[in-house]
């Protein structure tokens, strides 16, 4: 998506039901901002919500920054990564939707409106799904 502009890369993490779990909108896609992204989104769940599978896209960024996560003890040792092309679809399905949404809203001026904009989108679909 952009915002003023640039490109910004939105991580979304949801589960295997298609429910939201975390989303983090970054101005770049590095290590960091995937290191930073998966510990966000692993911190805020208990120890037997933790995955077990992380199904990503083939950027190399992602299981970088996992192998990371697990060498720092908040990604358990057992969590197995697949990166495969298809296996994302869950996600590409859900975010086609959140850009049907932003599109009429006609560009974003900062990250902030931007990852409030899509917070507000998040929680109207989280409730209209029941």
């Known amino acids: 998506m952009k915002v003023r502009g640039q490109w910004a890369y939105l991580y979304r993490a949801v589960d295997k039901h ?22 966000k989104a692993l911190n805020g769940l208990k120890d037997w919500q933790k995955p077990m599978v992380i199904n990503t896209d083939k950027a190399p960024t992602h299981g970088a920054a996992l192998a990371e996560l697990k060498k720092g003890g908040k990604c358990p040792e057992g ?9 994302s679809n869950v996600i590409e399905a859900d975010h086609g939707k959140l850009k ?5 809203v006609r560009g974003l001026k900062t990250l902030e409106t931007a990852y409030a904009t899509i917070k507000g989108f998040g929680a109207m679909r989280a409730l209209r799904k029941g």
């Open 79 to 87: 969590t197995l990564h697949r990166q495969a092309k298809y296996l």
């Open 100 to 104: 049907q949404l932003i599109r009429p």
């Open 18 to 39: 298609g429910n939201t779990i975390d989303f983090y909108l970054s101005p770049t896609r590095s290590t960091v901002a995937a290191k930073r992204f998966l510990g």
